[in-house]
């Protein structure tokens, strides 16, 4: 079963039939719809369903318009049930709850679902546990985490639901501990307190005893079982990729057997592009060699440690092919977004900053500093209360070291980053003149002004410890614009014209610092862009930052 579109344009739900080898379309969609599901008995499919939006509607795309009345409010996804058979299409949950994630309970009868009050965007970051009655749309309250929670999955024998929780920065980079909780409700229980990864993926064994995890694992990738009674966890595979999760999406693409012996993946790196393997556990045979004539444009990659205040840090090193160590190179610092995100093995598209960078001679620097997944929780909330200070000497560190370590030029350093990672850029620049050229996508200048302008202010509260109103000193010690007469560096800023999450104004604001003071600076805006690019704005923003980092790193 999936979702597409008829000729006209139509959004509607069609089955394929692989044994007869044929498609049929059950229902045409009047919504945006997500997330089929069937039910356990195969006689219905349950759906995450919009009624009456059509087009994209998560925080990464577009805002729309505010005009008129503003309103705190939001079109509610809800749980729909399908008939494959008759096109029946029912709404279910009620119009009170969002619904972000759910399961069917082994019989049938009930759904667990991660829900919160609309609007959608915002409230994730406050979502409970809820079960819901796939007959009536009853509702009862299970778990108010007090955390984000991800992933629910209902144990084979009805008792249990396990689910992902902790510190997360965004709805689509699941990371955290994996929890289980009485299917009637109760005391969670954490089963990987204390792992020095972070699970982004579970499902259950057939016999309820244990589950089977996919962990983002010091800038790498784990498969683990983990034996719920006695909370053991162990490795089944270890491998620098990404199972062919995207930079910005943790979720894996693998599917495994009923009895969990054999899997299929999508395998990719940074040194072989995506395809699909099938077998046991790392043992996988590939299937398809779709990409066996892409090649790749870089050097090599290298997973690379330093030690930074108390910690050991990771991150990735990616060399240009013309890399000579008898000379020195450029290189700059790409700061992922988040930041509960991380870098981890992909294959970058042909557009993609890295390939752009590399290309063009310099050497690119991923580093996984404090606050990213893929070592724990307590790593993860290492820059609590805390931006732009213990994660930025992470990073200066790692400049440290890639400089002993490979011959890069100290006066041609350049920094770039997107979302947190332009926010981190912004901070840079006002910290240090280590730098010659900044690149600040979607950056926050001023933590007390973006509270206000955003539009999923709640996630910020998780990570300054409460709202800004009461206590805008920790916000204010993070915020670049305080800073901004200590900036020298030429600094490009790039933001969406419609960013919901990163909003324009703050773009505005800290290029109207940089003018003042006379600092070399650029604002881009692209028109009509979330906090998304189109492929075509991503291409034009790493040829932009290229030329930016040619013209001020020379």
């Not at 510190?167 to 089963?191: C, F, K, Q, T, W």
Request: overall charge negative; glycine content about 10%.
């Amino acid at each position: 079963m999936f979702f597409g579109t008829d000729t006209s344009g139509q959004s509607a739900v069609y089955i394929a039939d692989v044994s007869a080898n044929s498609v049929r379309r059950t229902c045409f969609l009047n919504g945006e719809a997500a997330c089929l599901r069937w039910s356990p008995d195969g006689k219905t499919v349950g759906m995450l369903y919009t009624e009456g939006i059509v087009g994209a509607i998560g925080p990464l795309s577009a805002a729309p318009r505010d005009t008129g009345l503003i309103a705190d409010h939001g079109d509610p996804q809800r749980i729909a049930l399908l008939d494959p058979y008759t096109s029946d299409l029912r709404q279910v949950s009620p119009p009170s709850l969002h619904v972000y994630e759910f399961c069917w309970s082994p019989d049938g009868r009930s759904f667990a679902a991660i829900a919160a009050p609309p609007p959608g965007n915002n409230n994730w970051y406050t979502a409970d546990l809820y079960r819901i009655d796939a007959s009536s749309g009853a509702v009862a309250k299970l778990l108010a985490p007090g955390m984000q929670i991800s992933v629910p999955r209902w144990s084979p024998d009805g008792s249990q639901i396990a689910f992902i929780g902790g510190l997360m920065s965004d709805e689509s980079i699941p990371s955290g501990d994996i929890y289980v909780i009485p299917a009637a409700g109760g005391h969670p229980r954490n089963l990987t307190s204390g792992i020095h990864m972070s699970p982004c993926w579970l499902r259950w064994t057939n016999d309820s005893r244990g589950l089977q995890i996919v962990a983002v694992d010091s800038g790498a990738v784990t498969i683990a079982a983990v034996d719920v009674a006695s909370s053991t966890v162990t490795r089944i595979w270890h491998g620098s990729e990404s199972l062919g999760a995207e930079y910005g999406n943790a979720m894996p693409n693998i599917s495994l057997s009923n009895d969990g012996k054999t899997s299929a993946v999508v395998r990719e790196s940074f040194e072989n592009p995506p395809e699909l393997w099938t077998g046991p556990i790392g043992k996988w045979q590939q299937v398809t060699r779709l990409n066996s004539n892409v090649s790749r444009t870089w050097g090599h990659s290298m997973s690379v440690t330093w030690r930074s205040d108390s910690m050991t840090i990771q991150g990735w090193m990616i060399i240009p092919p013309n890399f000579d160590s008898t000379n020195v190179h450029p290189m700059v610092v790409d700061v992922h977004g988040g930041p509960a995100d991380a870098y981890w093995p992909w294959w970058p598209s042909a557009r993609s900053l890295l390939r752009v960078l590399t290309g063009a001679g310099y050497c690119v620097f991923l580093p996984n500093i404090r606050g990213s997944s893929g070592c724990g929780e307590s790593f993860v909330r290492g820059n609590v209360k805390d931006f732009g200070y213990g994660d930025f000497r992470d990073i200066l560190t790692g400049v440290d070291a890639m400089q002993k370590q490979f011959s890069i030029d100290p006066n041609r350093l350049g920094i770039i980053g997107w979302s947190y990672g332009g926010y981190m850029a912004m901070w840079a620049v006002t910290q240090t003149d280590r730098f010659r050229a900044a690149v600040a996508g979607a950056g926050i200048a001023n933590w007390l002004s973006y509270y206000a302008q955003n539009g999923i202010n709640r996630w910020a509260t998780s990570y300054f410890g409460g709202i800004v109103y009461d206590d805008p000193e920790t916000y204010a010690r993070s915020s670049p614009i305080n800073f901004i007469k200590q900036a020298k560096t030429p600094t490009l800023i790039v933001v969406g014209e419609s960013d919901r999450e990163c909003p324009a104004a703050q773009a505005y604001e800290f290029w109207t610092g940089l003018r003042h003071m006379g600092v070399k600076t650029q604002l881009y805006v692209y028109p009509s862009s979330g906090h998304a690019l189109s492929s075509q704005q991503s291409q034009d923003f790493s040829q932009r930052s290229l030329r930016w980092f040619n013209e001020n790193m020379r």
